[in-house]
T-cell receptor
């Protein structure tokens, strides 16, 4: 099966600019996650969708970050305006089952964002 | 915050077994123990998970202590491709949202020497 697709692979922007990342999950996967991974740390959950509804966005800095999942499939994560501390790898993951479960997460290879 | 404790780094020789430890002294009765690994420049990859009994799959084995306060991921014959950061994570499948989500710590960086 095709894996989780993310684009772009790399992005360099200046602070105060805006940027968007795109994710296409594995076909049929109900749940989609966005994680932020700062160099040297483990991934940190930003937001979780189930189909096209938000389940958990408690760690999302809502003053600058936004995310949507149209039609319960693809998702975009946007940062506006970007700060230097947003430099990180942004990982998208999906899992098959909706609701609470042990279904493994499948991760994409991420988008590496550098803010200068 | 992550509820598990792992060594920052470990070294292994190629073709030898590797035992990666994880302490989780505050584990609840409904927490499952999950392991993921992250190869360089890639996203994390699911390895294995279990509740009480030891588990085996094509990638690894998971040995869970009888009191469940610790567990060990076992790679039976390490290869150079197993060099990665290994994350031990507790997850409660009865909860959606933050309680049931994967909360990653810093993991253990495994180096494999030829």
């Amino acid at each position: 099966e095709a894996g989780v697709a993310q684009s772009p692979r790399y992005k360099i922007i200046e602070k105060r600019q805006s940027v968007a990342f795109w994710c296409n999950p594995i076909s049929g996967h109900a749940t989609l996650y966005w994680y932020q991974q700062i160099l040297g740390q483990g991934p940190k959950l930003l937001i979780q969708f189930q189909n096209n509804g938000v389940v958990d966005d408690s760690q999302l800095p809502k003053d600058r970050f936004s995310a949507e999942r149209l039609k319960g499939v693809d998702s975009t994560l946007k940062i506006q305006p970007a700060k230097l501390e947003d430099s990180a790898v942004y990982l998208c993951a999906s899992s098959l089952e909706p609701g609470p479960n042990n279904s493994p997460l499948h991760f994409g290879n991420g988008t590496r964002l550098t803010v200068t | 915050d992550a509820k598990t404790t792992q060594p920052n780094s470990m070294e292994s020789n190629e073709e030898e077994p590797v035992h990666l430890p994880c302490n989780h002294s505050t584990i609840s009765g409904t927490d499952y123990i999950h392991w993921y690994r992250q190869l360089p420049s890639q996203g994390p990859e699911y390895v294995i998970h279990g509740l009480t009994s030891n588990v085996n799959n094509r990638m690894a084995s998971l040995a869970i202590a009888e009191d469940r306060k610790s567990s060990t991921l076992i790679l039976h014959r390490a290869t150079l491709r197993d060099a990665a950061v290994y994350y031990c994570i507790l997850r409660d499948p009865n909860y959606g949202g933050s309680q049931g989500n994967l909360i990653f710590g810093k993991g253990t960086k495994l180096s494999v020497k030829p």
